[in-house]
């Protein structure tokens, strides 16, 4: 029998930084977000990881997180809190993920539109 911990899974954390970093910049080449939205993400992420750190897969977790609502959602900077919860309406009943993993989403985005609003980079 393998065990996680013997395929190395633990011990790749420059393969999920890059993972991260990938997750972003494909996001934008793919004009889900623009280049000042991934910023923003970036942002955000070293915030977290400032306050307390945090693994590569962990930024992955959260910038992914953020990448999956933003399908519902408008430019983020320009959000208003109608968007939001007609964004969450829609990716509600359009997902197929679990409602855990939705609550997780949830939480995480809620988290990064707080901070966006907070540090002023939300223009409504």
């Not at 911990?5 to 990938?22: M, V, W």
Request: net charge positive; aromatic share 10%.
């Amino acid at each position: 029998m393998r065990l996680i911990a013997d395929t190395g899974f633990y011990t790749r954390s420059e393969a999920r930084y890059k993972a991260y970093a990938k997750c972003v910049e494909n996001a934008v080449k793919s004009e889900v977000i623009c280049r000042k939205e991934a910023i923003l993400i970036q942002a955000y992420v070293s915030k977290r990881n400032a306050i307390g750190k945090i693994t590569a897969g962990r930024k992955y977790s959260i910038a992914n997180n953020i990448l999956i609502l933003r399908k519902y959602l408008p430019d983020f900077r320009y959000c208003t809190n109608e968007d939001v919860f007609l964004g969450i309406e829609d990716y509600r009943e359009h997902t197929e993920h679990v409602e855990s993993s939705q609550a997780a989403i949830l939480a995480e985005v809620k988290s990064f539109l707080l901070w966006l609003c907070e540090s002023g980079n939300n223009k409504k």
